[in-house]
């Protein structure tokens, strides 16, 4: 009996759903600013893919489905980088020590 591709790919997309929910809701809040830094990294480089897919194609002037899908994937993880700078920043200010007023 073969398994149909479909169904082998769906499964695994669905258990990578749970485990990265629970790898996720396990973190520990002084790890959480580490692991902001990391998904920022992999976000460059998702808009390093993302630019390159946008320029795939023919020199003509005509839109392909991969030229919209880079621009797309380059709007969204740039949203993704610089959301996360901000939070990664906000989060290390809660860390630095108050300066008490003379």
């Given amino acids: 009996m073969e398994i149909d591709p479909f169904i082998f790919r769906l499964s695994i997309f669905i258990l990578s759903i749970f485990i990265g929910y629970y790898v996720v809701w396990s973190v520990t809040p002084s790890l959480h600013t580490p692991l ?12 390093v893919g993302a630019i390159i897919a946008g320029l795939a194609g023919n020199s003509d002037n005509e839109f392909t489905i991969s030229n919209i899908l880079g621009f797309v994937a380059i709007s969204l993880a740039a949203v993704n980088i610089f959301g996360g700078f901000l939070v990664t920043q906000r989060m290390l200010q809660m ?3 108050k300066k008490k007023d003379k």
């Fill in 36 to 47: 902001m830094s990391v998904t920022n990294a992999i976000s460059s480089v998702i808009i």
């Fill in 95 to 97: 860390y630095k020590k």
